[in-house]
């Protein structure tokens, strides 16, 4: 019903920024959140940020004050600002689509943060 897919991971020295894109594709109407979570190497797949169809916003503490979520004007793209990156941040991110029935993922991006 819907498809995800992730754009804009890569390798970036620690104190760097980069932006990550989902573009979602298919039935996305109706009331629904989009987020970004990761999985590091050895740990469980996380949630980083998560944003309402409404505009409110959820983002982990540990990310908190460094990285945006935000969703483009058509609410067909979520968007992830990451800035004074770490190297704990290194990991695969991976896009959600949820409404109150269904969730869908992205296929994932990687992200390397070097020290």
């Known amino acids: 019903q819907v498809q995800l897919v992730e754009s804009g991971g890569g390798l970036v020295q620690a104190g760097g920024s980069l932006r990550l894109s989902c573009a979602a594709s298919g039935r996305t109407f109706g009331p629904n959140a989009m987020g970004w979570y990761r999985q590091a190497p050895g740990k469980q797949r996380e949630l980083v940020a998560v944003?309402?169809?409404?505009?409110?916003?959820n983002i982990s503490d540990s990310v908190k004050g460094r990285f945006t979520i935000s969703r483009g004007n058509a609410k067909n793209t979520v968007y992830l600002q990451m800035n004074s990156l770490k190297p704990e941040d290194t990991a695969v991110y991976y896009c959600n689509f949820r409404n109150g029935l269904y969730n869908f993922w992205g296929q994932g991006t990687r992200v390397t943060v070097s020290s």
């Open positions: 944003i309402s169809s409404g505009g409110s916003t």
